[in-house]
């Protein structure tokens, strides 16, 4: 018994390329939908005390907890405190790619320094088939593929 296999991956590649001439506000557009899923999926894992691989966060130091309970806060670690820094994420697409940051100079900074001790800004393995599974789904319902 002989069996064949065939493969298209290089004509759907092909096809891909030529969308993304062709139709190039379709891909931004796909591409910006899925950063505002990515955003979706950071603030999610951050309110939950998650870090991007779903490991608990790093607990707050003694004297910050007492600080937060005073503040009435919670004391487990959700790198939210007045809730400006999550609400500060922004995505910018372009064609080629998308980009998510922090639109205020002070709350990037506020996040450069809580991703030293709990990795929040980042993809983590398991989401990356979801999140090009929703590129996917948002390129395909924006086109003809």
């Not at 557009?29 to 309110?47: N, P, S, V, Y």
């Not at 995505?91 to 205020?104: E, G, R």
Request: zero cysteines.
């Amino acid at each position: 018994m002989k069996i064949k296999v065939s493969d298209n991956s290089i004509q759907v590649a092909k096809n891909f390329e030529r969308q993304v001439r062709e139709q190039p506000f379709i891909v931004k557009k796909a591409l910006g939908r899925t950063a505002e899923f990515l955003i979706f999926l950071i603030k999610t894992k951050t309110k939950k005390g998650v870090d991007y691989q779903g490991n608990s966060f790093t607990p707050y130091t003694k004297e910050y907890k007492e600080f937060r309970q005073k503040s009435g806060k919670g004391t487990r670690p959700d790198l939210i405190f007045s809730g400006n820094m999550l609400g500060d994420i922004i995505q910018k697409a372009s064609p080629t790619q998308a980009i998510i940051s922090f639109a205020n100079k002070f709350q990037n900074t506020k996040a450069l320094n809580n991703q030293f001790k709990r990795k929040f800004f980042a993809i983590g393995d398991r989401d990356v088939n979801s999140i090009m599974n929703v590129f996917a789904k948002e390129f395909k319902s924006l086109s003809k593929i």
